[in-house]
């Protein structure tokens, strides 16, 4: 490939940020709807910018998961959970408890 040619195929840097929007805005969507209610007066663009930092919290604590097993992997599970759902105690910790 000579330089500065553009890259065709399923490798190329827009054909995998293709592939990756799709499931990425799939978990952003997941991650806005417990959060749609609290507060009710949130613009959408607040919601939407929370969600995808709690997307990115959990995205950034898969290393850890996968360099673990067993029980010292269920905790580096759990604890990005504990992160993002201790601020939000007591209100919305009535609906989604930790752990879950």
């Not at 709807?33 to 749609?36: E, G, S, V």
């Not at 609290?38 to 959408?44: E, I, L, M, Q």
């Not at 850890?64 to 010292?72: C, G, N, S, V």
């Given at each position: 490939?000579?330089?500065?040619?553009?890259?065709?195929g399923?490798?190329?840097?827009?054909?995998?940020a293709?592939?990756?929007d799709a499931?990425?805005?799939a978990l952003?969507?997941?991650?806005e709807?417990?959060?749609?209610p609290?507060?009710?007066?949130?613009?959408?663009e607040?919601i939407t910018?929370?969600?995808?930092?709690?997307?990115?919290?959990?995205?950034?604590?898969l290393g850890?998961?996968?360099?673990?097993?067993?029980?010292?992997r269920?905790?580096?599970?759990?604890?990005p959970?504990?992160?993002?759902f201790?601020?939000?105690?007591?209100?919305?910790?009535d609906?989604?408890?930790?752990?879950?």
């Open positions: 490939m000579s330089p500065g040619a553009p890259w065709t399923p490798d190329a840097p827009g054909a995998m293709q592939e990756h499931p990425h805005a952003v969507d997941r991650a709807a417990p959060l749609t609290f507060p009710p007066d949130a613009r959408t607040e910018r929370t969600s995808r930092t709690c997307v990115g919290i959990h995205k950034g604590g850890l998961i996968l360099a673990h097993e067993d029980a010292e269920e905790a580096h599970v759990q604890e959970r504990n992160a993002l201790r601020p939000l105690d007591p209100p919305l910790m609906s989604y408890p930790l752990g879950v």
